[in-house]
T-cell receptor
Framework: QKEVEQNSGPLSVPEGAIASLNCTYSDRGSQSFFWYRQYSGKSPELIMFIYSNGDKEDGRFTAQLNKASQYVSLLIRDSQPSDSATYLCAVNGNFNKFYFGSGTKLNVKP | EAGVAQSPRYKIIEKRQSVAFWCNPISGHATLYWYQQILGQGPKLLIQFQNNGVVDDSQLPKDRFSAERLKGVDSTLKIQPAKLEDSAVYLC???????????FGPGTRLTVT
């Protein structure tokens, strides 16, 4: 079992719709959760981080964390073509080990 | 505030040769990470430093890879000898502390022929 699992996609949504990206993790001791966006040929760029159960909103982005279900998600409202990228979920587990998922490719169609 | 700096940006070497990558983290960031990202995969942590001490190097292939951060600031990652499967992007990231958000440099794309 991988430490962090993501659906590879591609996830296709029309412009203006809500994109929902999901991630599950295996280490119950995980404390910190991160979402990164990676454009093709570029390095990952931090979008959101969340430490506590519940929702955290920042502009068009909302991160949701459910530690009991070992599940973290990212919602992108009013999706734009410029949001088309690969979204990486990262988890900081026990002993400060960092794990990244393989990413979900998002396509926003004009 | 300057971001994470890495050099070189691109490197092409033949198998069995050696190569070194350099990283300078964001000023004041105590934690530094080296990742390997193979095309189509997520970044894989190779080594994590807190100041000049190693926190985690469990996934570093120590028979060929080495890394150091002697003065707790910049860091070098070396591969010797390189294999074809080492072709990847090597990413350096830094954070203000353990378990905190990381900021990535532009990466070094390594091609081993």
């Amino acid at each position: 079992q991988k430490e962090v699992e993501q659906n590879s996609g591609p996830l296709s949504v029309p412009e203006g719709a809500i994109a929902s990206l999901n991630c599950t993790y295996s280490d119950r001791g995980s404390q910190s959760f991160f979402w990164y966006r990676q454009y093709s040929g570029k390095s990952p760029e931090l979008i959101m981080f969340i430490y506590s159960n519940g929702d955290k909103e920042d502009g068009r982005f909302t991160a949701q964390l459910n530690k009991a279900s070992q599940y973290v998600s990212l919602l992108i409202r009013d999706s734009q073509p410029s949001d088309s990228a690969t979204y990486l979920c990262a988890v900081n587990g026990n002993f400060n080990k960092f794990y990244f998922g393989s990413g979900t490719k998002l396509n926003v169609k004009p | 505030e300057a971001g994470v700096a890495q050099s070189p940006r691109y490197k092409i070497i033949e198998k069995r040769q050696s190569v070194a990558f350099w990283c300078n983290p964001i000023s004041g960031h105590a934690t530094l990470y080296w990742y390997q990202q193979i095309l189509g995969q997520g970044p894989k942590l190779l080594i994590q430093f807190q100041n000049n001490g190693v926190v985690d190097d469990s996934q570093l292939p120590k028979d060929r890879f080495s890394a150091e951060r002697l003065k707790g600031v910049d860091s070098t990652l070396k591969i010797q000898p390189a294999k074809l499967e080492d072709s990847a992007v090597y990413l350096c990231a830094s954070s203000s502390g353990l378990a905190r958000e990381q900021y990535f440099g532009p990466g070094t794309r390594l091609t081993v022929t």
